[in-house]
């Protein structure tokens, strides 16, 4: 779905968010929230959504905005 995007790319994009974030999601698992935690990035017309788990960020899905009618899905995956 991401034409000319490799594998290494999209392992390099999980690294950078996961540096980016990792002090909020670090502080968000000592507050025991128990909860799953998701981060959304718009990437040119997808979604593309990360999930919080063993202290690093994986890539779980994407989803194409045309499925996301005025984006009320993807809100349900912004950070907080």
Do not use: P
């Amino acid at each position: 779905e991401y034409a000319g995007v490799t594998k290494a790319m999209m392992w390099n994009f999980e690294e950078r968010a996961t540096h980016i974030f990792e002090n909020i999601l670090i502080y968000r698992d000592e507050l025991c929230l128990q909860k799953d935690t998701f981060i959304c990035f718009k990437i040119n017309q997808f979604f593309v959504i990360l999930e919080w788990e063993n202290k690093h960020l994986v890539i779980r899905d994407s989803v194409d905005e045309i499925l996301c009618a005025n984006y009320q899905d993807a809100k349900q995956y912004s950070v907080y």
